[in-house]
T-cell receptor
């Protein structure tokens, strides 16, 4: 299972604290994504990035922030402003805009629990 | 933005029977429609995809159909096996956009 790596697998946070989830890929993909997975709600898009130093809000960006300083890395920060942060977070990457095949490759996910 | 709806949310079939999962999308500009399978505790993985220039695509026991006029597409699994049990997600996006939106998922259970 190489290619795209998320860390840590499990993360616990106290209320009021910010926390950063790591996502690294060595697939030379331009596009990267963050999704949140809740039971019965599928995969909801938080942020996506088509290229370095560029990113766009998805459907549920409030309370989250991202950066894309390097092609390989797309960290997600869950801030204290996120009202219900306990969830399973999935990072993904794909070749990028303009490519015929836009299959997304997913990381193993990070389960965040607020305690 | 794109809105993808998926039905049913759960589906239980007997081994050997067929399973059909349906999705609708809202953005007529969407032209790429992948299906992902997520086994328990694992990451989603692409199982089949279809582009808007074709109406049907098959890969062994799996097929996907697309009706662009009605803006819906479906996943068909024939001769189901217990290892087909998983959550299946449909998605829609455009080739020159990385704004991929997923359906809510269907939990398929195949009873032996």
């Amino acid at each position: 299972d190489g290619g795209i790596t998320q860390s840590p697998k499990y993360l616990f946070r106290k209320e009021g604290q910010n926390v950063t989830l790591s996502c690294e890929q060595n697939l030379n993909h331009d596009a990267m994504y963050w999704y949140r997975q809740d039971p019965g709600q599928g995969l909801r898009l938080i942020y996506y990035s088509q290229i370095v130093n560029d990113f766009q809000k998805g459907d549920i960006a409030e309370g989250y922030s991202v950066s894309r300083e390097k092609k390989e890395s797309f960290p997600l920060t869950v801030t204290s402003a996120q009202k219900n942060p306990t969830a399973f977070y999935l990072c993904a990457s794909s070749i990028g805009a303009g490519a015929r095949d836009t299959e997304a490759f997913f990381g193993q996910g990070t389960r965040l629990t607020v305690v | 933005g794109e809105n993808v709806e998926q039905h049913p949310s759960t589906l239980s079939v007997q081994e050997g029977d067929s399973a059909v999962i349906k999705c609708t999308y809202s953005d007529s500009a969407s032209n790429y429609f992948p299906w992902y399978k997520q086994e328990l505790g694992k990451r989603p993985q692409l199982i089949i995809d279809i582009r808007s220039n074709v109406g049907e695509k098959k890969d062994q026991r799996i097929a996907v159909t697309l009706n662009k006029t009605a803006k819906h597409f479906s996943l068909h699994i024939t001769e189901t096996q217990p290892e087909d049990s998983a959550v299946y997600f449909c998605a829609a996006s455009k080739w020159r956009s990385n704004d991929m939106r997923f359906g809510a998922g269907t939990r398929l259970t195949v009873k032996p």
